[in-house]
């Protein structure tokens, strides 16, 4: 399969805190993709990093992206209960499909 | 911000039956995309879609699925006898350029399809 997995599954943090997630992927990329999910809601775009870039910024979002171990991290700092969603890594490799991950679902309590 | 919209946010539908699924992409791009997300479980691509013809389609996309682009704003998923196991949130996305791991897609906030 070509999914990636995301850990963890499920976490749990307070208002304030910062959460990290991971992203790992199996094959090669052109470039790297984080998506939020509001329950019942779609999909919204929050940041892509290329295969030649290692880090970005986007406001309270960091991601890495390690290609030598098919990894990248979702860094959201300063936590807000409205942070409280899904979120995936989503990449594309040659086509214009996106293989998303398995999802890491985000609760941030007030 | 322009949006992709869905249309109808949800539909039940007996088994054996046709739909049709109805999606306004973002007025000026010109991919397409259908995915589907069965409940609990990952995001899961469908179909892609530019110039009016299937550019890309998963092992899901068989027979019983098809898309159009009927004008030049909507874009249609039809599944022609629909099955239990079809029951899942399907979602349209649209992006400006080629390339899904070059531009990022937009997506609708879906349809609940059930199935009974």
């Known amino acids: 399969s070509q999914q990636g997995e995301e850990d963890p599954q499920a976490l749990s943090i307070q208002e304030g805190e910062n959460a990290t997630m991971n992203c790992s992927y199996k094959t090669s990329i052109n470039n790297l993709q984080w998506y939020r999910q509001n329950s019942g809601r779609g999909l919204v775009h929050l940041i892509l990093?290329?295969?030649?870039?290692r880090e970005k910024h986007s406001g309270r979002l960091r991601v890495t992206l390690d290609t030598s171990k098919k990894s990248s991290s979702l860094l959201i700092t300063a936590s807000r209960a409205a942070d409280t969603a899904s979120y995936f890594c989503a990449y594309g490799g040659a086509t214009n499909k996106l293989i998303f991950g398995t999802g890491t679902l985000l609760a941030v309590q007030p | 911000e322009p949006e992709v919209t869905q249309t109808p946010s949800h539909q039940v539908t007996q088994m054996g039956q046709e739909v049709i699924l109805r999606c306004v992409p973002i007025?000026?791009?010109?991919?397409f995309y259908w995915y589907r997300q069965i409940l609990g479980q990952k995001v899961e691509f469908l179909v892609s879609f530019y110039n009016n013809e299937i550019s890309e389609k998963s092992e899901i996309f068989d027979d019983q699925f098809s898309v159009e682009r009927p004008d030049g704003s909507n874009f249609t998923l039809k599944i022609r006898s629909t099955k239990l196991e079809d029951s899942a949130m399907y979602f349209c996305a649209s992006s400006e350029f080629w390339g899904a791991g070059a531009q990022p897609q937009h997506f609708g906030d879906g349809t609940r399809l059930s199935i009974l």
């Open positions: 007025s000026n791009h010109l991919y």
């Open positions: 990093i290329r295969s030649n870039e």
